[in-house]
């Protein structure tokens, strides 16, 4: 079975403050993707990776970096959060057949 | 730029009747397609996923998706709902102007009741 885990369920940060959210695949997947869920409006494509150290834009990547120094790890960062930014994240790994496995997802609450 | 419409944001049903969740794509290349399914403060799980073998796909959980390329539809079935089908539903599609990056393109997801 596919592992895909995510470094917290729930976190709550104050505006300003740098957050890291992690993301650990165990199969090897060459692809990687930070979603972000918010209510009416779906799953929405951050970024995304293909490879390691390799990284491209998704349809909402403003106030967002991502960092992948190795396969099997993909990590999202707010550089300075916002309350615009409280949300639902998910990371997924992509395996054979453009198939998506995800984590059980951080709820961010900034404050 | 290639699009998934889910039709009805809610849909409601009694526990034992018919599930019928619709998705609609749009593409000019025979696209993959999934659904996936997410109970509530979890990720997105999958249930299922049509890649171009039989047009007819079995999932868990007793779920079943039928692609219909004339209507460009694959619609999620499930003769019987039980209370546990309770969730969200997704539907999505490859991405094909993403140049073998397994993008995916999700619909807006589909809230599924089942009353007792």
């Known amino acids: 079975d596919v592992k895909v885990t995510q470094s917290s369920r729930y976190l709550v940060k104050r505006t300003g403050e740098k957050v890291f959210l992690e993301c650990v695949q165990d199969m090897d997947h060459e692809n990687m993707f930070w979603y972000r869920q918010d209510p009416g409006l779906g799953l929405r494509l951050i970024y995304f990776?293909?490879?390691?150290?390799?990284?491209e834009k998704g349809d909402i990547p403003e106030g967002y970096s991502v960092s992948r120094e190795k396969k099997e790890r993909f990590s999202l960062i707010l550089e300075s959060a916002s309350t615009n930014q409280t949300s639902m994240y998910l990371c997924a790994s992509g395996g054979s057949l453009e198939t998506q496995y995800f984590g059980p997802g951080t709820r961010l609450l900034v404050l | 730029a290639q699009s998934v419409t889910q039709l009805g944001s809610h849909v409601s049903v009694s526990e034992g009747a018919l599930v019928l969740l619709r998705c609609n794509y749009s593409s000019s290349v025979p696209p993959y397609l999934f659904w996936y399914v997410q109970y509530p403060n979890q990720g997105l799980q999958l249930l299922l996923k049509?890649?171009?073998?039989?047009?007819l796909v079995k999932g868990i959980n007793g779920f079943e998706a039928e692609f219909k390329k004339s209507e460009t539809s694959f619609h999620l079935t499930k003769p019987s709902a039980h209370m546990s089908d309770a969730a969200e539903y997704f539907c999505a599609v490859t991405d094909r102007g993403s140049s073998n990056t397994g993008k995916l393109i999700f619909g807006q997801g589909t809230t599924l009741q089942v009353k007792p």
């Open positions: 049509y890649t171009s073998a039989a047009t």
């Open positions: 990776s293909y490879d390691v150290k390799m990284k």
